[in-house]
């Protein structure tokens, strides 16, 4: 759509206005992009600079909570075995084990009893060891295999770290090797016998080292974190009880036992495509926002010139004079209201400026009406009464003469007093009078020469119809209708005068089948000296408007060329309408 408007001011000279440069929706597009598109960069660099460290502070915080609960977890572990370490030491006949054969079958109640104890897929089994902590048994749990339960009863102890602590020893660990899992041992020392000034060795659980470390899974989760468990060898272990590879040094770290603590490693967590596309995503989105908006107000502005462009045209006709205008209204919006209105506006305005026009036309034509009428009515009279005195001689050719001269007298005085009518008419005197005795009267006046045109007079409608107006002048504009319509149909016809009535007004009708009018006879039908008849003067229908404006009431015509003309006379109706 063009974004200029070509107008022609009132002398003619062409002038652009640009739609675009002065429109309003180009300022409301612009505002809406800085509302739209600001936010969202102000975001996208609060998001750059600043979430980066606030998911790395959060995933700290989150670290620490689950470091928290891991190192409840482990401690808790540990408890559980010491636990159970206590309640096999206070075994009756427990230190027999060490000092007999602990196959012995008095043995096996404490046996059962231990193996109630033990019944865990965490505990490998349970071993006896002397003072100086050589194997002397070993008890297999529900998770045992291969030495020293089954075959040689074998198990060093060489070369592992050993930590004390309260009343316990904490052994280990072994690392995994081949076919062997990870293991260490929870010991205590077994109770005095009664003649005994030391105990005779000590009760250890043989625990699998990955149910310890299987303890971090949890902590394993969070990105950026890898947490190990360290033992009193320095060693560090991962969530799979395996030797950790990646030695670098620990972020934080909390004992949980003796010499051992859970440690966390901080490092750059592996690279996350979804984090990648993150930003480009985000960009995308802000990009398609800016294309949706401007879009739509571009719509918007194309929608708006399209509906403001006629506006714009039609005001413009109207400062030129041209009040026939009219926009057609589309939609049912504010514009729509707006062009109604418009088209109103012209309408009213045409309607004002031809009623000035006719009450100057009427006001000129009566002044000079009245001048005529006063300088030809004295002499008609004078030659009318000499014409009157001339003696008569007998001749019949001067007697037909001085009778065309004394007609064509009373012609022209009566064009005089028609003059006279439209430029000075009489104040009605208003009566109540029904319209079928005006009817009746007016069918009674004109029936011969209804008759001896071949005219056929009606009467319809609501004959006792109460009117308030001027009797006589009512009549003689009736009778300038219906000699009017006789004249329209010199082939003979139908001449009907038709009443109807309302709670408001009341219409009478003159209906006839005469010849009709075209539509230019009829826009000037009523306007003072125009006629269609040679002679006729053009002051009938004028005359006959303005008497029933003058009684309140209002003459259309309507018409069709051979079809007939109908003139309609509305007057209000009076407070009884029927007398």
Request: glycine share 8%.
């Given at each position: 759509?063009?974004?200029?408007?070509?107008?022609?001011?009132?002398?003619?000279?062409?002038?652009?206005?640009?739609?675009?440069?002065?429109?309003?929706?180009?300022?409301?597009?612009?505002?809406?992009?800085?509302?739209?598109?600001?936010?969202?960069?102000?975001?996208?660099?609060?998001?750059?600079?600043?979430?980066?460290?606030?998911?790395?502070?959060?995933?700290?915080?989150?670290?620490?909570?689950?470091?928290?609960?891991?190192?409840?977890?482990?401690?808790?572990?540990?408890?559980a075995r010491q636990f159970e370490l206590e309640t096999i030491v206070d075994l009756p006949n427990i230190e027999r084990f060490v000092l007999e054969d602990p196959m012995s079958s008095d043995l096996e109640p404490t046996h059962a009893l231990i193996s109630f104890e033990t019944d865990s897929f965490d505990i490998y089994g349970v071993l006896f060891f002397d003072a100086q902590w050589e194997l002397k048994a070993a008890l297999p749990g529900v998770a045992s295999s291969g030495s020293p339960y089954w075959g040689e009863m074998e198990l060093s102890?060489?070369?592992?770290?050993?930590?004390?602590?309260?009343?316990?020893?904490?052994?280990?660990?072994?690392?995994?090797?081949?076919?062997?899992?990870?293991?260490?041992?929870?010991?205590?020392?077994?109770?005095?016998?009664?003649?005994?000034?030391?105990?005779?060795?000590?009760?250890?659980?043989?625990?699998?080292?990955?149910?310890?470390?299987?303890?971090?899974?949890?902590?394993?989760?969070?990105?950026?974190?890898?947490?190990?468990?360290?033992?009193?060898?320095?060693?560090?272990?991962?969530?799979?009880?395996?030797?950790?590879?990646?030695?670098?040094?620990?972020?934080?770290?909390?004992?949980?036992?003796?010499?051992?603590?859970?440690?966390?490693?901080?490092?750059?967590?592996?690279?996350?495509?979804?984090?990648?596309?993150?930003?480009?995503?985000?960009?995308?989105?802000?990009?398609?926002?800016?294309?949706?908006?401007?879009?739509?107000?571009?719509?918007?502005?194309?929608?708006?010139?399209?509906?403001?462009?006629?506006?714009?045209?039609?005001?413009?006709?109207v400062s030129r004079g041209d009040w026939n205008i009219h926009i057609p209204p589309e939609g049912n919006d504010e514009i729509t209201l707006l062009a109604k209105a418009f088209n109103r506006m012209g309408g009213r305005l045409q309607a004002l400026i031809d009623s000035r026009l006719d009450v100057e036309k009427k006001a000129v034509i009566g002044e000079f009406s009245a001048s005529i009428a006063h300088?030809?009515?004295?002499?008609?009279?004078?030659?009318?009464?000499?014409?009157?005195?001339?003696?008569?001689?007998?001749?019949?050719?001067?007697?037909?003469?001085?009778?065309?001269?004394?007609?064509?007298?009373?012609?022209?005085?009566?064009?005089?007093?028609?003059?006279?009518?439209?430029?000075?008419?009489?104040?009605?005197?208003?009566?109540?009078?029904?319209?079928?005795?005006?009817?009746?009267?007016?069918?009674?006046?004109?029936?011969?020469?209804?008759?001896?045109?071949?005219?056929?007079?009606?009467?319809?409608?609501?004959?006792?119809?109460?009117?308030?107006?001027?009797?006589?002048?009512?009549?003689?504009?009736?009778?300038?209708?219906?000699?009017?319509?006789?004249?329209?149909?010199?082939?003979?016809?139908?001449?009907?005068?038709?009443?109807?009535?309302?709670?408001?007004?009341?219409?009478?009708?003159?209906?006839?089948?005469?010849?009709?009018?075209?539509?230019?006879?009829?826009?000037?039908?009523?306007?003072?000296?125009?006629?269609?008849?040679?002679?006729?003067?053009?002051?009938?229908?004028?005359?006959?408007?303005?008497?029933?404006?003058?009684?309140?009431?209002?003459?259309?015509?309507?018409?069709?060329?051979?079809?007939?003309?109908?003139?309609?006379?509305?007057?209000?109706?009076?407070?009884?309408?029927?007398?």
């Open positions: 759509m063009k974004s200029d408007l070509t107008l022609r001011d009132l002398t003619g000279n062409q002038k652009k206005i640009s739609l675009w440069r002065n429109s309003l929706v180009r300022r409301y597009l612009v505002l809406a992009l800085l509302v739209t598109v600001l936010p969202l960069l102000v975001v996208t660099w609060l998001y750059d600079r600043f979430t980066g460290e606030l998911l790395e502070d959060l995933g700290e915080q989150q670290v620490q909570y689950s470091m928290n609960a891991t190192r409840a977890a482990l401690s808790g572990f540990l408890k102890l060489a070369g592992l770290p050993r930590r004390k602590f309260a009343n316990f020893w904490l052994i280990g660990p072994q690392e995994p090797r081949q076919g062997l899992s990870g293991w260490f041992l929870l010991a205590a020392p077994l109770p005095k016998g009664a003649d005994d000034t030391s105990s005779p060795g000590f009760v250890a659980l043989h625990i699998r080292f990955a149910s310890l470390t299987e303890l971090l899974k949890n902590q394993s989760r969070i990105d950026g974190f890898t947490p190990l468990v360290s033992t009193s060898d320095d060693h560090r272990f991962t969530v799979n009880g395996q030797i950790a590879l990646d030695e670098t040094p620990s972020w934080l770290s909390e004992e949980f036992a003796p010499g051992w603590s859970i440690e966390v490693v901080k490092h750059d967590p592996a690279v996350d495509v979804t984090e990648e596309l993150r930003r480009p995503v985000f960009l995308l989105g802000v990009g398609v926002s800016v294309v949706l908006v401007t879009g739509f107000f571009m719509t918007l502005i194309m929608r708006t010139k399209r509906r403001f462009v006629p506006l714009i045209e039609g005001a413009e006709a300088e030809v009515r004295n002499p008609l009279a004078t030659i009318k009464v000499c014409v009157q005195s001339f003696p008569q001689d007998g001749d019949p050719r001067n007697t037909e003469l001085m009778t065309l001269v004394l007609e064509e007298i009373d012609r022209v005085n009566g064009v005089v007093e028609n003059l006279l009518s439209f430029a000075r008419p009489i104040d009605p005197e208003r009566v109540r009078v029904t319209a079928g005795d005006l009817l009746r009267r007016l069918v009674a006046l004109i029936e011969p020469l209804a008759v001896r045109e071949n005219v056929l007079l009606s009467l319809s409608g609501d004959q006792n119809a109460m009117l308030c107006v001027d009797e006589n002048q009512i009549q003689q504009v009736l009778m300038n209708l219906a000699l009017n319509s006789i004249q329209a149909m010199p082939d003979g016809g139908e001449l009907n005068f038709d009443v109807k009535s309302d709670q408001d007004s009341t219409v009478i009708a003159v209906s006839d089948t005469g010849v009709g009018m075209a539509s230019e006879a009829l826009e000037r039908a009523t306007e003072p000296f125009y006629t269609t008849r040679c002679q006729g003067t053009g002051l009938g229908l004028s005359i006959s408007k303005r008497l029933a404006q003058l009684n309140g009431g209002d003459l259309q015509i309507s018409s069709e060329p051979g079809a007939g003309t109908r003139v309609s006379l509305t007057f209000n109706a009076p407070g009884d309408k029927h007398g």
